[in-house]
């Protein structure tokens, strides 16, 4: 028998948590599967080890694991696969199998304009965007990061969309947003690429308010991306492109 596990990243905040539980359930509404779980990678609990446990105990023979993460990095290539791997040695009898993350895909444009316009901010000439992520040494973030910027871009019209992060990469969220503020642009929207809430979303808040006080430019802050419908729509198709992973291994 089948089973989906749902990984997701985990926040010491409640909301957070609660946020992602109540995706990961929309999810389960819309998947057939009769044994779904889910599992924190840190943070909160369900860990993913009893998230796991409770997938064999329900009598999973196949485990589709995916990772409910934005961007692929070290979470998603390596702590989760880890993470499996150990289970996998403690239950034999059963086979897992590794989906991806929520990645790049053309249709988060959509999720991203969503926002923007929620801003009630009029879109002009002199309006650019500043997409921010949370950032890692993986240089696959970047990469991927600066994809949606450019669909961003090509979608909404807006001439100027540049990227920054949080941490682990560069440009700074800091040197991003100097940047901008000493452009020719009079209204920069930050958007944040962050699914939840928590401190990340404190931290910039506080470094708009910082580099924004002593000068003219309109800075406004949109809210982060949520559990979106267009997201959940995305995970359900990669726990269908690793279920096909199974019925390619199964062939073989």
């Known amino acids: 028998m089948e089973a989906v596990l749902y990984i997701c990243h985990g926040s ?3 909301k957070a948590q609660a946020e992602a539980a109540a995706f990961v359930h ?47 990095a070290g979470h998603a290539k390596h702590d989760i696969p880890f993470e499996l791997e150990t289970l996998n040695k ?28 929620e801003t009630h901010t009029h879109i002009s000439e002199d309006t650019m965007i500043l997409l921010v992520g949370r950032g890692s040494s993986d240089p696959d973030i970047k990469r991927d990061l600066y994809k949606i910027a450019s669909q ?15 941490v682990g990469t560069s440009p700074s969220f800091e040197d991003g947003l100097e940047k901008a503020i000493n ?8 958007v944040p690429y962050i699914l939840f809430t928590g401190i990340l979303m404190g931290k910039i808040a506080k470094t708009i308010q910082l580099y924004s006080k002593d000068n003219r430019k309109e800075v406004i ?19 269908k492109e690793a279920n096909r992973k199974i019925a390619h291994v199964r062939m073989c």
């Not at 961003?152 to 949080?166: A, C, D």
């Open 221 to 239: 802050l949109s809210n982060y991306l949520g559990y979106h419908p267009i997201l959940k729509n995305i995970l359900l198709d990669r726990v």
């Open 152 to 166: 961003l871009q090509g979608k909404s019209g807006i001439s100027k969309v540049e990227t920054s992060f949080l």
């Open 12 to 14: 010491r905040l409640k």
């Open 90 to 117: 403690l239950f034999p009898e059963t086979e897992v199998v590794l989906g991806n993350p929520i990645g790049v895909h053309p249709a988060i444009s959509d999720v991203l304009i969503e926002r923007i316009n």
């Open 26 to 72: 929309q999810c389960m509404l819309e998947n057939s599967y009769r044994i779904q779980e889910y599992g924190f990678l840190e943070l909160a609990s369900p860990s993913i080890e009893q998230a796991y446990r409770n997938c064999v105990e329900k009598g999973a023979t196949k485990i589709i694991a995916v990772p409910v993460l934005l961007l692929s």
């Open 183 to 190: 452009s020719s642009y009079n209204k920069i929207i930050v």
